[in-house]
C-alpha cells in the first residue's frame, strides 16, 4: 500500500475537496456534439484555467443499450490521457475508471507509470472490472470471472508500481519477473482509486487502493451508508478504515440550460443530476467534504467551454473556505 495521501487540499486554494471535471470524450456528450481532440483540448485548458483540480476521463469504447436505438462510441482513454498530459500542467487527470480486464495488467502499469512521467506526477490510476457486457463482446474481451479477473489484475498492478516488479503466475493473467525500467516519477507510482459497491470488489478495495469511489451519488446524505461497507470491507482485511480516501462522481445540470434536441446525455441526467444557483451549489460540496469526500468528479451538462465558464463563480465560492 502506498503511503497516505493527502485528504483532498486543492493545490490552489483552501478548498474543503477537489473538483474534478468529467470530459465529454463520447458521441453526443458535448451539449449534444461529438468533441474531437481539438474541442477535448480546449475544454481541458479552459477547464485548467477556471480552477478545476483535475480531468477525468471514461473508458468505453462502444456502449449498447435495448432500449435505445443504433450505439454510442467513445475515443480510447489512454492515448487521450497521454495526449492531456503533455498539453496540461497543474491538473491531475486520471481514468474513470479504466477497465483492468481491457488490458493486459503489467502492460496497463507501464501505462500507468508512462503516463505518470508525462504529466510530472500527476495521474490518479482509476481501476473497476467493467460491466457493459455489449462492449466486451464487441472487442472480444472476456466477461466472465469478471471480479476474479480483476483481483489477479490489481494485484499485478499495485506490485509493479510499488515495488517496480512481480513474479506472478495466476489462472488468468501472468507476469514472470517483470519489471517496470525506467520507473516514472514518484517512487510508489500513482494512486489507486477503485469504482465500486459489490463485496468482494470492496474487499479488493481495501485490500490495494488509495481511494474509493462512490459512483453517481447525487444527495450526500446518501453517502453514509455507502461509507459504512467501505469501512466494513477495510476492518475484514485489516485496514485502518481513516487510510482509505472517499471520492463521489457527481452530475450536475447548470440552471437554464436548454439541451440541443435529445441526446442520451439527457437520459442519465433525468431526474437524477443536481443543480442550483453557485451558492447551492458551492453548500451542496460542502456537504460532500462533510461526509468526508476528498474529490468529487463533476458530468457536467453541459460539458461544454460554456459550461465550464457558467460553473467557475461555484469554484470561486469555495476557494473562500
Known amino acids: 500500500m502506498a503511503e497516505r495521501l493527502d485528504p483532498g487540499v486543492s ?49 468505453h469504447i462502444l456502449m449498447r443499450f435495448p432500449d435505445q436505438e443504433g450505439a454510442m462510441g467513445g475515443w480510447e482513454c489512454w492515448s487521450l490521457l497521454a495526449a492531456l498530459a503533455a498539453a496540461t500542467t497543474r491538473v491531475e487527470l486520471a481514468p474513470l475508471v479504466t477497465c ?38 464487441a472487442f472480444g474481451f472476456p466477461y466472465d470471472h469478471r471480479v476474479s479477473r480483476f483481483a489477479e489484475a490489481i494485484n499485478i498492478i499495485a506490485t509493479l508500481l510499488r515495488d517496480g516488479g512481480v513474479d506472478y503466475e495466476g489462472r488468468f493473467y501472468a507476469a514472470r519477473n517483470c519489471e517496470l ?11 489507486l482509486l477503485v469504482g465500486t459497491s459489490g463485496p468482494r470488489m470492496l474487499r479488493l478495495t481495501a485490500r490495494y487502493a488509495d481511494l474509493w469511489n462512490a459512483e453517481w451519488v447525487n444527495e450526500p446524505k446518501a453517502l453514509p451508508p ?38 442520451w446525455v439527457a437520459d442519465a441526467f433525468a431526474g437524477r ?3 442550483g444557483s453557485p451558492e447551492e451549489v458551492a453548500a451542496l460540496f460542502h456537504a460532500y467534504a462533510a461526509e468526508g469526500i476528498s ?5 457536467l451538462d453541459p460539458s461544454t467551454e460554456r459550461g465550464i465558464e457558467t460553473f467557475a463563480p461555484v469554484l470561486e465560492l469555495l476557494d473562500r473556505g
Open 11 to 59: 493545490h490552489l486554494n483552501n478548498r474543503p475537496l477537489k473538483i474534478g471535471l468529467f470530459l465529454p470524450i463520447g458521441e453526443a456528450m458535448m451539449g449534444g456534439d461529438t468533441a474531437g481532440w481539438a474541442d477535448l483540448l480546449a475544454l481541458a485548458r479552459r477547464a485548467e484555467a477556471v480552477g478545476f483540480d483535475s480531468l477525468w476521463v471514461p473508458d
Open 100 to 137: 483492468a480486464n481491457y488490458r493486459n495488467p503489467a502492460l496497463l502499469a507501464k501505462m500507468a507509470d508512462t503516463v505518470d512521467e508525462i504529466s510530472g506526477g500527476r495521474l490518479i490510476l482509476g481501476l473497476g472490472a467493467g460491466w457493459h457486457e455489449p462492449e466486451f463482446q
Open 181 to 191: 525500467r525506467p520507473r516514472g516519477p514518484r517512487r510508489h507510482g500513482p494512486p
Open 226 to 263: 455507502a461509507s459504512a461497507t467501505v469501512d466494513a470491507a477495510c476492518a475484514e482485511v485489516g485496514r485502518d478504515p481513516a487510510t482509505l480516501g472517499r471520492t463521489a462522481s457527481v452530475m450536475l445540470t447548470l440552471p437554464g440550460h436548454g439541451r440541443p434536441g435529445e441526446y
Open 273 to 275: 443530476a443536481a443543480t
Open 295 to 299: 474529490h468529487v468528479q463533476l458530468w
